[in-house]
């Protein structure tokens, strides 16, 4: 019987929780992981748009022949993290934990408020931490588990008007190393996916007015898409990437290295 080199890539039996799943990156890997075989929670953050969007990714998948279920929490609310985990915990054990959520508030350093800087923080980091504390150690208990964190090249290279985010991701980036050595032995592995310029609906109108000067200074010559991320993600989310643990993989089409 020849080998079959896609049999490690496959999440035959497996749970995954990804946060902002509802539409461009999230949706994308989510549709990924649910092709690789993996049952997927789509977490969305609650307004009458989402809850649609997050449904029609949940008939995406159930059209595939997958299985999906739609979880709404807003991130903003205390306890956001915990209330979601046990949510889909009742659902399935979570053995993958994919956190792409977030939002970023661009706003001149002077003029930054304790208000959007207390909504950046809680929906970037502080339920980030809680869905890590609840969902990590179980992962750990069983002997297998992935975490992948959804940076970005703000974490490295911080454009001025996007002080609280880029900082929020730099912090995430630095979490992901402490639990990959705190639970690597334990078949956990803990990776982050930064993405470069990725043509969203965050940044389209951004884009329309920057995006041709901005592929010129991307070696692949041009802007990227959500799709890019899928085949990374599956690496990192799979046994096929069991030997790779607090590595910070850039999605970016070679503009970290100009």
């Known amino acids: 019987m020849s080998h079959d ?8 039996g497996r749970t995954a929780l990804v946060t902002g799943a509802r539409r461009e990156i ?18 969305h953050a609650g307004s009458d748009e989402e809850a649609s969007d997050a449904a029609g990714v949940v008939r995406e998948i ?6 999906a279920t739609a979880f709404a929490q807003d991130f903003v609310r205390d306890d956001a993290g915990l209330h979601l985990a046990a949510a889909v915990s ?35 980091l502080r339920t980030t931490m809680e869905l ?13 588990g992935r975490v992948v964190t959804i940076g970005s090249v703000q974490q490295e290279r911080p454009h001025p008007a996007m002080f ?24 956990v592995t803990v ?34 898409t959500p799709d890019d991320l899928v085949g990374a993600a599956l690496l990192l989310c799979s046994d096929a990437g069991r030997y790779i643990n607090g590595v910070n993989l850039f999605v970016d089409g070679g503009r970290a290295a100009v």
């Open 5 to 12: 080199p896609f049999a490690s890539f496959r999440l035959t």
């Open 26 to 43: 999230g949706r994308a890997i989510a549709l990924g992981l649910a092709g690789a075989g993996a049952r997927v929670a789509i977490h």
């Open 62 to 67: 159930e059209a595939m022949g997958g299985e």
């Open 90 to 124: 009742a659902w399935a054990p979570v053995d993958i934990l994919v956190l792409n959520a977030s939002i970023e508030l661009p706003e001149d350093f002077a003029a930054i408020t304790r208000e959007r800087f207390d909504r950046q923080i809680a929906v970037n």
């Open 132 to 144: 890590l504390q609840t969902l990590v150690p179980p992962m750990a208990a069983r002997g297998w």
């Open 164 to 187: 609280v985010y880029a900082g929020t991701k730099a912090a995430q980036r630095n979490w992901g190393l402490s639990l990959a050595r705190q639970f690597g032995a334990q078949g």
């Open 191 to 224: 990776n982050n996916l930064a993405p470069g310029a990725i043509l969203t609906a965050r940044n389209r109108e951004q884009m329309a007015v920057e995006g041709e000067a901005l592929a010129q200074r991307i070696p692949a010559g041009r802007l990227g």
